[in-house]
């Protein structure tokens, strides 16, 4: 995601999907394991949430290439 992209949700914790049955996100103090249907469904949501902000493919490398660009070494 460009970094001045306005986002729908703050970005919180990470998370990753598995599969339709775990999802496994972290919190300050322990690793979450999530295997129920309403809470995976949420995580799709915000997943797909964050996906409508992004961009892919040559528009995604030239965010890469100014951000590398933009620090110096």
Known sequence: MPLDTALRLVPG????????????????HAELWLDDAETIA????VWDTFAEAAVYGPDAQQVIARVRRSIKV
Not at 13 to 28: G, H, M, Q
Not at 42 to 45: A, D, K, N, S, V
């Open 13 to 28: 914790n990470p998370f990753w999907i598995l599969d339709a049955r775990l999802v496994v996100t972290e919190d300050w």
């Open 42 to 45: 949420l995580y799709h949501r």
